[in-house]
């Protein structure tokens, strides 16, 4: 079982790889060919990652590695939270694909575009694969290459300045994290991820423990750029030049989720939640996300562009997790983990109907969104599903990420998250609400050209197959997620599942 199993998760990153690789030879002209490559490889993933989870869940463990330097090893590693990262990852970048490919259908660069598009998700695989920080780093850094192009894929003036911006937090986050990277490697050794954390560091945490502080705000910094932390996060919405296909696999699967997903590793897997919580690092974390939640959500009032609102709300939402891991409590940080996969499907919903209303109507800003619900209901209605879950409406999946993050900020004696929790859910009905509104309630503008006197709505002419299907997929996903969260293997089963292993239970 366990050479099978790592034959499965190499096999994971070459579904990704290869046809990265291969997109990269063809024409602007092979579309069937391009089609076929991409959408092969993201059901092979699927089904891959489908085949791993019953053996892990049961237990099973396994870690490849190769010797890069004497004491430093690339390894590979399949465990609980790899295979839940992956697990969105690979769902979503099926969904993403299908959608970039309706997107793009007549735009320029396809294949340039897809490759890279490609590369991202190796990356974002591999890091979730990575069984220690040296292979996290390297997957880390070729996710930035990697998504460089696809933020700049338009290639006007406004795309690359979004695209330097972006490339310029970046790279200083990663090269901050190399640094944090190295010191701790000199401190302690090599550390490798371990559920509950690496005993080398906890030796360090207890012999010197201000070192072990400034290292883990080394490495918090460099992680916290992707993850779109207060004070680093001015990226975020300046990437949003790149296409709505780009965004959606920047805030829901890739880049964003990244930097959190190493937080997480940080917190539970290197330093363990018990150190963490030992060194005091843990309240000024909480709080450091409860200011980027509060902050995040203010700024999406004030955006008028409907991406740009999106992409503060994304600011806000992915803190949700890294407030979770920082309360030293089961049903917190079970929060926290289930929100990685909540906030990808709302997320992800909703940039896909950013890129349709643009797409298909030309709408871009909130105030010019009157009526278009009646020209796209199916579309409008998926956002509004979504909606209603970043609000934390129940029974929707964004419901479940609250309530637990609330009842656990009460177990862990820090009752004062509660406010801000309901300070942020009543910003969140602020921000989106009103777009709700617009979209059902207002007539069209006299200038709407896609909504004409005598107008007839056809599910036909709303949008292709291959735009509709993806956020109407994610939608249901959002109300089935948090219908079913007592089945087995459900995201909030596998999210508390994966807790308790990190606080050693």
Known sequence: MTGAMTTVAIAILFTSLIPAVTIFFLREEQQTARTVINLAGALIKVGLVIALIPPVVAGGRIEWRYGLLPGIDFVLRVEPFALYFLGLSAFLWLLTTIYAIGYLEDGPNRSRFFAFFSLSVAATSGAALSGNFITFLIFYELLTLATYPLVAHHQTKKAFGGARTYLMFTVTGGTVLLFGVVWLTYLAGPVEFREAGSPAVAALAADRPELATVVFVLLLAGLGVKAALFGLHAWLPRAMVAPAPVSALLHAVAVVKVGVFGIVLLV?????????????????????????????????????????????????????????????????????????????????????????????????????????????????????????????????????????????????????????????????????????????????????????????????????????????????????????????????????????????R
């Open 268 to 504: 539970d897997d290197v330093y363990g939640v018990y150190v963490a919580d030992e060194l005091g690092l843990l309240t000024p974390l909480a709080i450091l996300a409860c200011v980027t939640i509060l902050y995040g959500s203010v700024q999406a009032l004030r955006q008028d562009n409907f991406k740009r609102r999106l992409a503060y709300s994304t600011v806000s939402q992915v803190s949700y997790v890294v407030l979770g891991v920082s309360l030293v409590s089961v049903l917190a940080t079970t929060g926290g983990v289930a929100h990685i996969i909540n906030q990808g499907l709302m997320k992800i919903t909703m940039f896909f109907v950013a890129g349709l209303l643009a797409e298909r109507l030309g709408v871009e800003t909130v105030s010019r969104m009157d009526g278009v619900g009646r020209r796209m209901p199916l579309a409008c209605a998926a956002f509004t599903v979504a909606a209603l879950g970043m609000i934390g409406i129940p029974p929707m999946a964004g419901f479940l990420s609250k309530w637990y993050l609330g009842v656990g900020a009460i177990d862990s004696g820090d009752g004062w998250v509660v406010a801000v929790l309901i300070a942020s859910s009543l910003l969140n009905g602020a921000y989106f609400l009103p777009i709700v509104y617009r979209m059902w309630w207002k007539d069209p503008p006299p200038d709407a050209d896609w909504y004409q006197p005598g107008f007839r709505y056809r599910v036909r002419t709303e949008a292709p197959a291959a735009l509709l299907m993806p956020p109407l997929v994610t939608a249901g996903a959002v109300i089935a997620v948090g219908v079913f969260a007592g089945l087995s293997y459900s995201p909030l089963e596998l999210a508390r599942f994966i807790v308790e292993g990190a606080y050693g």
